[in-house]
Nanobody, 128 residues
Framework: QVQLVESGGGLVQAGGSLRLSCAAS????????MGWFRQAPGKEREFVAA????????YYADSVKGRFTISRDNAKNTVYLQMNSLKAEDTADYYC?????????????????????WGQGTQVTVSS
């Protein structure tokens, strides 16, 4: 079992920045690829970013590429999502997720069903 706890959400003005954190416990964090997903009110959950267990590969949704950065610190069992130039459409609940599997295509990391463990989420609200 892996427990994931997100933090860092809040209210920010458009153009501002936030950094989300996801602290993991329970298993060897460095064995897991990590992803961030989000779900806006009335919308389906969507992929935001993912990072390979080694940190050597990262993947982003087109909507956040160039604005968001995913990173991880395996010594701290934490994955981060730095969000810059925030827009009103980034408003959503953000969830981190973990998978023990290694996939060889970006597509697989974008699929929520490929992750075994999920956090409870943290809310991000961007005011315009």
């Amino acid at each position: 079992q892996v427990q994931l706890v997100e933090s860092g959400g809040g209210l920010v003005q458009a153009g501002g920045s936030l950094r989300l954190s996801c602290a993991a416990s329970g298993r060897t964090f460095s064995n897991y690829a990590m992803g961030w997903f989000r779900q806006a009110p009335g919308k389906e959950r969507e992929f935001v970013a993912a990072i390979h267990w080694s940190g050597g590969s990262t993947y982003y949704a087109d909507s956040v590429k160039g604005r968001f950065t995913i990173s991880r610190d395996n010594a701290k069992n934490t994955v981060y999502l730095q969000m810059n130039s925030l827009k009103a459409e980034d408003t959503a609940d953000y969830y981190c997720a973990a998978t023990r599997n290694t996939y060889y295509s970006r597509y697989e990391y974008t699929r929520g069903a490929r992750y075994e463990y999920w956090g409870q989420g943290t809310q991000v609200t961007v005011s315009s």
